[in-house]
């Protein structure tokens, strides 16, 4: 048992011949203790950190087996992409053609009343041509994210494996 006076400092413990057996350091202050708790925490989300890039590290090397795979992959995104942007483009003409012949249609009716259906229908193909347009700017955002994820993807395979972008492949 400790004396009062040595309570919440730091002391040594001797064994019965005088030759100290440890040391036991004073108990932590609150603020000791939460900046232990701080670092403790800040050395987790590091370690987790450290583990999820090693296993992003790990999918990339088993996906892509040389540079040109990234390329290969790339071109198949910007593809799929690409095809739905011009998919996209084609139904706008083809809408584009519809809506000029309901307008020449509607025209007709310029000093009647237009009937509710064609009137429903120049709405429709109007909403159409937006939404389509609308589709346009997201892949065309897409294109760009695909872009920026496997030029990523190839700078860090080059850091992994050692070769610079300079360097031939071997096939």
């Keep these: 048992m400790l004396p009062q006076q040595c309570r919440g ?3 040594r413990v001797f064994d019965r011949a005088g030759n100290p057996i440890r040391n036991v350091a004073a108990p932590l202050t609150p603020e000791q203790k939460a900046a232990a708790a701080a ?5 987790k989300e590091e370690e ?5 890039q090693r296993r992003i590290d790990q999918a990339l090397l088993t996906t892509y087996a040389t ?6 992959a ?15 483009t084609a139904k706008i003409t083809e809408l584009q053609k519809a ?16 009937p509710p259906e064609l009137d429903t229908k120049l ?3 109007g909403h159409e041509i937006r939404l389509q347009q609308e589709l ?7 294109l760009e994210a695909v872009r920026t994820k496997y030029d990523n993807d190839r700078q860090r395979y080059f850091q992994l494996t050692g070769r610079s972008s300079a360097q031939p492949v071997e096939p």
Excluded at 39 to 43: C, G, L, N
């Design 39 to 43: 670092e403790a925490q800040r050395k």
């Design 67 to 72: 540079a040109e795979d990234i390329d290969l």
């Design 9 to 11: 400092l730091a002391y």
């Design 99 to 114: 809506q000029r012949k309901l307008a020449e249609e509607a025209e007709f009716y310029k000093r009647k009343a237009m």
């Design 74 to 88: 790339q071109r198949k995104a910007e593809g799929d992409v690409q095809l739905t942007i011009q998919n996209a």
């Design 48 to 52: 987790e950190k450290r583990l999820e």
């Design 136 to 142: 346009i700017q997201l892949k065309r955002k897409e």
């Design 123 to 125: 709405r429709t193909v």
